[in-house]
């Protein structure tokens, strides 16, 4: 359902987004989220998008920024002044009718 996009090698301070496009379009508004995981750590919530809302958790407000497309289909994942902190293996979240689907995830490695 769910293809991630956009990872790769960043180097510190720079800027990168990330995308997550839903295989089949749709025209409803689902809860969708970007989660990540650093080596050796749990998965963790980034930022979440629905209807009328979007939001960045606490640590990352500020530098990253969640935003969905005009049709509704890819949401994006805006990372500002990334850090080599930042690096994790970024997964894509949708909550579909009360199921969880996960992208497969794309990995982002900030280094010099």
């Known amino acids: 359902h769910l293809l991630e996009s956009g990872g790769g090698l960043v180097h510190p301070g720079e800027s990168h987004t990330l995308s997550c496009t839903m295989s089949s379009p749709v025209r409803t508004i689902w809860p969708m989220a970007w989660y990540r995981q650093p080596p050796g750590k749990q998965r963790e919530l980034v930022a979440e998008i629905r209807e009328d809302n979007a939001k960045v958790v606490d640590a990352l407000k500020g530098r990253f920024t969640i935003s969905r497309s005009s049709d509704k289909n890819t949401i994006y994942l805006k990372m500002n002044s990334l850090k080599p902190e930042d690096t994790a293996i970024y997964f894509c979240?949708?909550?579909?009718?009360?199921?969880?689907?996960w992208g497969q995830g794309t990995q982002v490695t900030v280094s010099s």
């Open positions: 979240y949708l909550n579909l009718l009360s199921t969880d689907y």
